[in-house]
């Protein structure tokens, strides 16, 4: 029988694609029976990220391997309009459905699963009237993959017109974690009223069609979560889909043999003693306004302590990303010469994976990207919370409440995510000042993550015996297309 197949389908963006791909080179590399991989490439909306991706595709195919093929769907139209980002991935990729469809038809071998991204649960259609099995892959948490399982009783529980805000209950319940304050979900859940709530509850509801459900996560870091999941908690008793805890699935740059020159800040970091170092970054979109910008200045300027901060500048009207940040127009006068010595200010997109591997660094304040929150812990370091949208206040309240990885500041949802200077030197001294209790609690409980997290991935590990049993579910499984 002709090796099956795994076919993935990431959403376009580099950072659900790199992942995914990521997480198919491990399925191969830990199969004890032969698999391949069929990647199917949704041409990104906005062009100017297409060509990284494309270029991960050039070195991938160039890598010869030949064991990961990718098949680019012709291009669709996106929505033109929408109210969020969960309805907006959620209707293009349904628009690509029959696509979807007619490339999986087309394959000559078994497929072993159509594993779609974490809104994408429109296409299992595809995978439905194939009769092939239907598997969801999230780049995000376990506790995240718990919500939108619980999502539809949620929203069940719940009068018609109310917000989850307006609600007299002390929290939102999700099983294994404490009650979630509702200033904490994700943007997807903010306003009942509009489409994107209904396209959230949607996925959550499709996700118990799944053979299974992969999460880039580590048993031992949610296991009150997984372990809720498991006993139908998050879904009123109805036994859910299989969790595969396969994480953390990290994208390292492979090495080349020769020794590239070590990235400035990584050589200011050199010159830094041990721990001593916060880093400040917010993933590939975050940016700040000068006003906010001044109260992290002085924020760090009072805190006392050494600082590596990324600083990027406001998108161009019309796009998304950030630009490079200005630092003449971003900072108060003076700031950069105060701290000369024991303050970077890097205006671009950093080496955040090096930084955070680096000795001198002792605390990370993170805008909470589920990637960045794995690269912490991997590395041992603990984080105070800086959430901008999207999942990461829900992400962040883990951190604090169920991880006791980070410790906690105060940010001003209603306003922009705005933080003053002032609560941002209290969090940097708690996080940072080595007596403290705070600090001394966070920091050895990111050093047992760290442990966890190395030895889920070895021979053995909690991780790799997931791996191992998805492979196993995903060989049996495999069966050819019903055309
Ligand atoms: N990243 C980086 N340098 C930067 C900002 C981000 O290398 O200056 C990387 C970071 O290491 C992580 C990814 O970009 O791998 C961000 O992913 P995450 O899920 O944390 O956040 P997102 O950008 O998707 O909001």
């Known amino acids: 029988m002709a090796t099956p197949t795994v076919v993935l389908v990431p959403v376009w963006g580099i950072g659900h694609f790199v992942p995914m791909l990521e997480a198919g080179k491990r399925l191969l590399a830990r199969s004890a029976r032969p698999l391949t991989i069929t990647v199917l490439v949704m041409p990104e909306p906005m062009s100017k990220r297409a060509s990284e991706i494309a270029e991960h595709i050039r ?7 030949g064991i990961i093929r990718f098949h680019h769907l012709p291009a669709v139209d996106p929505p033109t309009d929408h109210s969020g980002i969960e309805e907006y991935i959620s209707r293009y990729a349904q628009l690509y459905a029959p696509q979807v469809k007619a490339a999986v038809a087309a394959l000559t071998c078994p497929v072993a699963g159509v594993v779609v991204d974490i809104f994408c649960t429109t296409l299992f259609d595809a995978a439905h009237e194939l009769r092939v099995p239907a598997y969801v892959y999230l780049i995000t948490s376990a506790a995240m993959c718990a919500l939108l399982l619980r999502s539809p009783a949620l929203d069940e529980e719940l009068e018609a ?4 805000e307006e609600s007299e209950e002390g929290g939102v319940d999700v099983p294994g974690l404490p009650p979630v304050p509702a200033s904490c979900l994700p943007t997807g859940l903010e306003n009942r009223k509009i489409p994107t709530y209904k396209w959230f509850v949607y996925n959550g509801r499709r996700y118990m069609e799944a053979s299974g459900i992969v999460v880039n996560t580590v048993a031992e870091l949610e296991p009150r979560v997984l372990g809720a999941i498991a006993d139908g908690q998050c879904t009123r008793g109805t036994r859910a889909p299989s969790v595969y805890t396969i994480g953390p699935v990290i994208p390292f740059t492979p090495s080349t043999g020769e020794k590239a020159a070590a990235h400035e800040c990584v050589r200011w970091l050199d010159s830094q003693p041990p721990a001593s170092v916060v880093f400040l970054c917010f993933g590939g979109t975050g940016s700040f306004t000068a006003p906010q910008a001044h109260e992290i200045a002085h924020g760090l300027e009072r805190s006392g302590h050494r600082f590596l901060w990324v600083l990027r500048g406001q998108p161009e009207p019309g796009t998304k990303l950030p630009t490079d940040g200005n630092l003449v127009e971003l900072l108060p006068a003076g700031f950069l010469e105060e701290t000369k010595g024991r303050g970077l200010v890097w205006p671009a997109k950093a080496p955040q994976k090096e930084i955070l591997a680096h000795a001198a660094v002792g605390g990370f304040v993170t805008h909470c990207g589920w990637n960045s929150i794995l690269e912490s812990l991997w590395h041992g370091v603990p984080m105070v919370p800086w959430p901008l949208g999207a999942e990461q206040h829900y992400n962040a309240f ?12 105060e940010v001003d949802r209603k306003r922009n995510n705005f933080v003053g200077a002032g609560e941002l030197e209290r969090a940097l001294k708690a996080l940072m000042d080595d007596g403290g209790e705070a600090a001394r609690k966070v920091r050895e409980r990111a050093m047992e993550m760290k442990a966890a997290c190395r030895k889920a991935v070895e021979e053995g590990g909690s991780s790799s015996v997931e791996l191992q049993r ?14």
């Open 59 to 65: 070195q991938e195919e160039a890598s010869g391997l």
């Open 161 to 164: 017109e109310v917000e989850f």
């Open 398 to 409: 883990t951190l604090v409440a169920d991880m006791g990885v980070a410790v906690p500041m």
């Open 470 to 483: 998805l492979c196993e579910a995903l060989v049996v499984g495999a069966v050819l297309p019903t055309k």
